[in-house]
């Protein structure tokens, strides 16, 4: 693979450029920008919990996607120029992975053709959570996890 046509398109196309399609399809699946989040008033720092949005299937996709951002309100769309300015998305995901430069991890599904990679080898929230109305939001920090990371 020395050809730049040869190599998969996220080595060759800026995120900035990338097509809707190429976009969307570096989403692993994991499901961890779906988990409620909670920030330190202080710090700022960004705390996980294992409470997942209502709307993440048992197979970690979102049941409402198009119409997310009208559903939840604190739905974020991701897009490439957000990159700099989110900073809560987990070390794994792939937008994040190739706006710092860095590789794609093996059992990324673009990489192993299979789109239960992520589920395989653990990197999802898969069996892992709770539905966010089963949990009282007074209670959400008795649910911080640290295993997204």
């Not at 900035?16 to 399609?21: D, I, N």
């Not at 009208?70 to 900073?87: F, M």
């Not at 706006?99 to 991890?105: F, I, N, S």
Request: glycine share 6%.
């Amino acid at each position: 693979m020395t050809v730049a046509a040869d190599k998969p398109f996220w080595l060759t196309t800026p995120l900035l450029q990338m097509s809707p399609q190429q976009w969307e399809s570096l989403c692993d699946g994991c499901g961890k920008c779906c988990l409620h989040k909670l920030e330190d008033e202080d710090s700022g720092e960004i705390f996980y919990t294992d409470i997942a949005c209502r709307y993440l299937s048992a197979n970690c996709r979102c049941q409402c996607y198009a119409q997310r951002a009208q559903k939840v309100a604190a739905c974020l769309t991701l897009r490439p120029q957000d990159l700099q300015r989110v900073t809560w998305l987990p070390s794994t995901c792939a937008y994040r992975l190739l706006a710092e430069g860095k590789a794609l991890p093996a059992w990324h599904p673009l990489l192993s053709g299979d789109p239960d990679s992520v589920h395989k080898a653990g990197q999802s929230v898969k069996g892992k959570v709770v539905a966010e109305g089963a949990v009282a939001e007074d209670d959400y920090e008795d649910h911080i996890v640290f295993w997204p990371e």
